[in-house]
């Protein structure tokens, strides 16, 4: 079993690795220092894409002119800037050097030159169409772009998506420091956004908390999550009216299989881009008790209830009786829980991004901690008045200290996209084991009580080893982004423990009666033996996301 867990963590490792080669293999290079990225994993087209996300595709549109634009005006204020009028010259004669004099809508401007030094100038070029803009009779996205004394669209006066004069007035224009972020009133807005000033060259919440320059996460999610079912032996079963509750004439009715069912919880995932490709976070979770009990109780005249167990004296299936016709009439309970939970610190590196795409290798610290309880009670009275109980505690605990490696992958559709986490969790499992119980006999006016129990006999103390393991990991969430830096996502996790001490692993039902409500000396039976095994959870994630 052990080996085939190997296997398929080594399996999500490789197919992981192959998204890494998938995702750099899906690019055009122009030659121009840009990556066109290529649409896959059911890309609209960008008209379709427009006309769906018209917000979504302006921003893009608008974020492509301004790299454009940086470009030209590079190349541009590298050479002295000539400010040549010759009367008897028509303007295109002058826009090689002096730009697009007169405004863009001036006869004879080209788009190459509307962003040069002197586009929109007054000049010899009035006859032409004297506008006072650049890009368009509207500015380049701004009202106050290429006036008089600009010098193009990133010199100060010049807006990037401003709603007035310029993303910072006195500013460098759009490639300045104190423009950028796009938050808050547009790209470099004078108020409200990023470029508006501060420590970091950013305004509004964003930039009094630093966060201008940075990318952030936040992610809440509630978990409804199944457990696999849990071993034991047989611990409370029942038969028909004077019919001995003993195996194989017995129905179980708690024990065999613990129903492991569903149980709800939380993660969250918190985490920091410290630079462009390096990032920080941490990650915890945690699910609510999965129980699994039964309680019954009679006098036998209905059916017979019984704790059934093999009998090392006699060598023969038997059971302590809890109720039987005209004997004994009690009752008896039993409960399992296991709780669960987990916290991670990791770092991650972007290994590769296009339009579409992001690939991030995953690896830091993993703690886990699963607690497994089970717990059996019984009295049983019988007709001549003599009452006993018996109560046996079988407890494990498991924690965990180790690392972990995996991929996450990111693909976009507009404001749909899909996540997928794959990682391995290896490290060493300290495993400790605790078995105790206790009992009475009372017989009026006596009464005597015992540190035995049925099954807690000479078995009883704490047990620890340690083993090495490993935890894979598989998360698929599926999402849609409502706002600019919210989104909801449904999603499926998948978790595989391959070494857990379980409670009821640890249970030897073979006993020797003889012993029962005494302090010992005990027989040979039950004896102990650490046992492991492996144990998976999954289910559906319900997430909220809030990214900065």
Same mark, same amino acid.
């Given at each position: ?127 032409? +169409?004297?506008?006072? !803009?650049?890009? =368009?009779? %509207?500015?380049?996205?701004?009202? /106050? $772009?290429?006036? *008089? &004394?600009? #010098? ?18 006195? +500013?460098?224009?759009? !490639?300045?420091? =104190?423009? %950028?972020?796009?938050?808050?009133? /547009? $790209?470099?807005? *004078? &108020?409200? #956004? ?355």
């Amino acid at each position: 079993m052990k080996m085939t867990f190997r296997g398929v963590t080594l399996a999500a490792l490789m197919l992981s690795a192959s998204q890494t080669a998938f995702a750099e293999d899906k690019n055009n290079y122009d030659g121009d220092g840009y990556v066109t990225p290529v649409a896959f994993v059911g890309d609209i087209t960008s008209e379709a894409e427009d006309a769906y996300f018209a917000a979504d595709a302006a921003e893009a549109t608008r974020a492509q002119q301004r790299r454009t634009r940086r470009v030209a005006t590079a190349a541009a204020v590298s050479q002295p800037t000539q400010y040549a009028v010759q009367p008897a010259a028509p303007a295109y004669n002058q826009v090689a050097q002096v730009g697009c004099l007169g405004g863009c809508a001036g006869s004879g401007c080209g788009a190459s030159n509307c962003d040069a030094p002197g586009c929109g100038l007054p000049g010899p070029a009035m006859s032409y +169409g004297m506008a006072p !803009s650049c890009d =368009s009779m %509207g500015g380049c996205d701004s009202i /106050g $772009c290429g006036t *008089m &004394f600009s #010098g193009g669209c990133n010199s100060p006066s010049c807006g990037c998506d401003a709603p007035s004069s310029g993303c910072s007035v006195l +500013g460098g224009g759009c !490639s300045s420091p =104190s423009c %950028g972020c796009e938050m808050g009133g /547009g $790209c470099d807005s *004078m &108020f409200g #956004g990023c470029g508006s000033g501060g420590r970091r060259g950013g305004g509004g919440l964003a930039g009094a908390l630093g966060l201008c320059s940075k990318d952030g996460w936040f992610r809440h999610e509630a978990l409804l999550w199944f457990m696999q079912d849990r071993n034991s032996p047989a611990l409370i079963a029942v038969s028909g009216p004077g019919v001995l509750p003993r195996e194989p004439a017995t129905t179980t009715i708690f024990g065999g299989d613990l129903n492991g069912g569903l149980s709800a919880g939380y993660r969250g995932d918190a985490g920091i881009y410290l630079s462009e490709n390096v990032g920080v976070g941490g990650r915890f979770w945690i699910l609510s008790q999965n129980e699994d009990s039964e309680s019954v109780s009679g006098n036998g005249n209905d059916q017979s209830i019984g704790r059934p167990f093999y009998n090392s004296l006699l060598n023969i299936e038997d059971s302590l009786l809890v109720a039987f016709q005209n004997n004994f009439s009690g009752s008896v309970t039993g409960t399992s829980k296991l709780d669960m939970m987990a916290a991670e610190a990791y770092g991650r590196i972007n290994l590769g991004c296009t339009k579409t795409c992001q690939l991030d290798l995953i690896g830091g610290y993993s703690y886990f901690s699963v607690d497994d309880e089970l717990r059996v009670s019984s009295t049983s009275v019988q007709n001549t008045g003599r009452t006993r109980t018996y109560n046996d505690m079988f407890d494990t605990e498991n924690t965990m200290h180790g690392g972990q490696l995996g991929f996450e992958a990111v693909v976009t559709n507009g404001r749909w996209f899909a996540r997928s986490l794959t990682k391995v969790h290896l490290g060493d499992m300290k495993q400790k084991v605790t078995i105790a119980g206790s009992s009475t006999d009372s017989t009026p006016p006596f009464n005597s009580s015992a540190n035995s129990g049925l099954l807690a006999l000479g078995n009883q103390g704490t047990y620890e080893q340690s083993e090495f393991t490993f935890v894979p990991e598989l998360n698929f969430k599926l999402g849609y982004r409502f706002r600019q830096h919210v989104e909801m996502s449904v999603g499926y996790s998948f978790l595989m423990f391959d070494s857990l001490a379980l409670a009821g692993d640890q249970i030897d039902r073979s006993i020797d009666p003889s012993a029962l409500n005494t302090n010992g000396p005990f027989g040979n039976r039950p004896s102990f033996t650490m046992n492991d095994t492996s144990l998976w959870v999954q289910g559906v994630d319900l997430g909220l996301a809030i990214t900065f």
